[in-house]
């Protein structure tokens, strides 16, 4: 089974903070992904990895910077938490197939700013 | 410009009838289409995929999807609802790694 973690699921942080949430993957997936989920908007990318230290942005990457410096953990930085950054993040990961890009999902990180 | 539309933000059905979520999509070349569910407070789970095999799809948990390139959709079906199929539903359209674009997502709540 493949197994896709996030290092918390509730996380309440105030604005201005500096905030790191953790993806750990363990199916040597060369791609890595974060999402924000907010309710009818569907899943909003905020930065892809294809590969270590390699990082393409997404549609929404303002206000966000990530890390990959290893294949397998994939960190997204919130560089000063503000109140309209509220919201599911939910990191995913998957092959570099040429026509099956399966993603994989972690259990999402619930992220308040106050 | 590729897109993913759901038809309907919510759909309710009586437990043991059928349920049908609607999956429209625009792209310029047969991409790839999958079906991800949600329970409450958990990550997506992949239902079903197409990728250029046999138009109709099964999945898990009963599921299953037709493409129809004609009509650009790929609504999914089920033949009689169950409680726990309650959850948020969403229609993903792939054209590569990189590009994957998910729908706005359907609520499923399923009435005794």
């Known amino acids: 089974d493949v197994k896709v973690t996030q290092s918390s699921r509730y996380l309440v942080k105030r604005t201005g903070e500096k905030v790191f949430l953790e993806c750990v993957q363990d199916?040597?997936?060369?791609?890595m992904f974060w999402y924000r989920q907010d309710p009818g908007l569907g899943l909003r990318l905020i930065y892809f990895?294809?590969?270590?230290?390699?990082?393409e942005k997404g549609d929404i990457p303002e206000g966000y910077s990530v890390s990959r410096e290893k294949k397998e953990r994939f960190s997204l930085i919130l560089e000063s938490a503000s109140t309209n950054q509220t919201s599911m993040y939910l990191c995913?990961?998957?092959?570099?197939?040429?026509?099956?890009?399966?993603?994989?999902f972690g259990p999402g990180t619930r992220l308040t700013v106050t | 410009a590729q897109s993913v539309t759901q038809l309907d933000s919510h759909v309710s059905v009586s437990e043991g009838t059928p349920v049908l979520l609607r999956c429209n999509y625009s792209?310029?070349?047969?991409?790839?289409l999958f079906w991800y569910v949600q329970h409450p407070n958990k990550g997506l789970q992949l239902l079903l995929k197409?990728?250029?095999?046999?138009?109709l799809v099964k999945g898990i948990n009963g599921f299953e999807a037709e493409f129809k390139k004609s009509e650009t959709s790929f609504h999914l079906t089920k033949p009689s609802a169950h409680m726990s199929d309650a959850a948020e539903y969403f229609c993903?359209?792939?054209?590569?790694?990189?590009?994957?674009?998910f729908g706005s997502g359907t609520r499923l709540s399923i009435r005794p």
């Open positions: 792209s310029s070349y047969s991409p790839s």
């Open positions: 197409y990728t250029s095999a046999a138009t």
């Open positions: 995913a990961s998957s092959f570099w197939l040429a026509d099956n890009y399966e993603q994989y």
């Open positions: 993903v359209v792939s054209l590569s790694a990189s590009k994957i674009i």
């Open positions: 990895s294809y590969d270590v230290k390699m990082k």
């Open positions: 199916m040597d997936h060369e791609n």
